[in-house]
């Protein structure tokens, strides 16, 4: 039996890691060049998105590494 929904290539999956972990360190970085200012309007939702981009970015790295060594 075929899979039904095939994997992307792990280097699709290595590169938006490493964006999104891009990302998630800008947004968490930020405040700290520009006097403090916020992004969206509130810390502590600079702070949630700075952390879901990291935590994301993470496991795509992570998963892509898996698949290829496997």
Known sequence: MTDPAPSRPWKFTMVMGIVLMALGAFIGVRPLFTHFAVLTGARWLD????????L???????TAQRRRAG
């Open 47 to 54: 702070i949630t998105f700075a952390l879901v981009f990291l």
């Open 56 to 62: 994301r970015g993470w496991m795509n790295v992570k």
